[in-house]
């Protein structure tokens, strides 16, 4: 009962040693705690070099969907869902109820007129 395989399974022939740190650049990193209004905790790296304007302020959290922010004691809170509008809802906040009468008015002058009862 020989065995024809490699002394080590799953490595290959001329690989060095395992968790060999020398492949690749690693970059300066910095950690940076995330807090959602629930009090979980997301942290996040960032380069080194990035400047402070580049890191984001808010981010979703990953657990709970809800903002999170950098500061623990004052975590972002969610923003209120406004309701769907219709196209009245919109028309009544740009018009005056005396100039939604008036437009109907005239609206209403060209169709008789149209129709020859004006």
């Known amino acids: ?3 024809g395989g490699s002394a ?9 040693p395992m968790g060999e740190q ?4 690693h970059a300066e990193r910095v950690a940076i705690s995330y807090w959602d209004a629930m009090g979980n905790e997301t942290v996040r790296y960032f380069a080194a070099d990035l400047p402070d304007d580049e ?6 959290s990953p657990s709970t969907g809800l903002p999170a922010g950098r500061d623990k004691e004052n975590p972002p809170q969610v923003a209120k869902n406004e309701p ?17 009468v ?10 008789r ?3 020859g009862r004006g």
């Open 1 to 3: 009962m020989a065995s």
């Open 102 to 111: 008036q437009l109907l008015d005239e609206a209403l002058q060209k169709l």
């Open 113 to 115: 007129s149209a129709e």
């Open 8 to 16: 080590i399974r799953g490595s290959r022939v001329g690989a060095g």
């Open 84 to 100: 769907y509008k219709t196209h009245l809802a919109y028309v009544k906040e740009r018009r005056t109820p005396e100039e939604a």
């Open 55 to 60: 890191v984001p302020d808010v981010i979703d």
């Open 22 to 25: 020398d492949r690749g650049f």
